[in-house]
């Protein structure tokens, strides 16, 4: 961390005008993130959604092990983290594959009408706790043999901080790398004129 002295008369080789308030640059690593109790423990998830703005990505990590599917966890990343996200998770699954081989291949769902952001969210059950999501500018993104961990960190000042633990089995990792792969690329295309908004994608 460096803190520069303030600077109320101007003094020669400061560029800030006089009376400026101090500034400071801080930088740390998010091993150190504090892990508070209900974070920690994280939550299991079996796919995603993720939506998209030029400010930021919503990634809802969704629960479908009972009906009616829930939405476990709700993720605000901006764009430049998600595509570092997106690139730690195309290294990490590599390094996995070349650990324990490529894990178990998921049955594809029928190719029916692709539906609407509204139809998907009519079938989940979004709790009120977790509607406004939480928000991360950093990510760590561990394995083993069966299912990964994505650590969300926010690294504000004084300390970064776990945000959202998400656990998911290695056999969706390609859906999940596909989903995000296809919500960047749909960000970066123009809507067309007058159309509906796409749904979002999902793995």
Known sequence: MTTPQDNPQGNPGDPRPPGTPPTQQV??????????EKV???????GALVFSSPQEYVIDFIQGMARPAQIAARVVLPPVVMAQFLGALRDNFSKYQTSFGAPPVLPKPPQDRPPSAREIYDDLKLPEDIQSGTYANS??????????HL?????????????????????RMPQLIETITQAMHNAQRPPA???PPPAPPQG
């Open 27 to 36: 930088s740390y690593s998010p091993v150190s993130a504090r892990l508070p």
């Open 40 to 46: 920690a423990r994280g939550v299991f998830t079996t």
């Open 139 to 148: 990510v760590m993104i561990g394995h083993s043999p069966s299912e990964f």
């Open 151 to 171: 650590d969300f960190i926010t690294t504000f000042f004084p300390h970064a901080a776990l945000s959202a633990r998400i656990y998911i089995t290695a056999s």
């Open 193 to 195: 004129p007058g159309g």
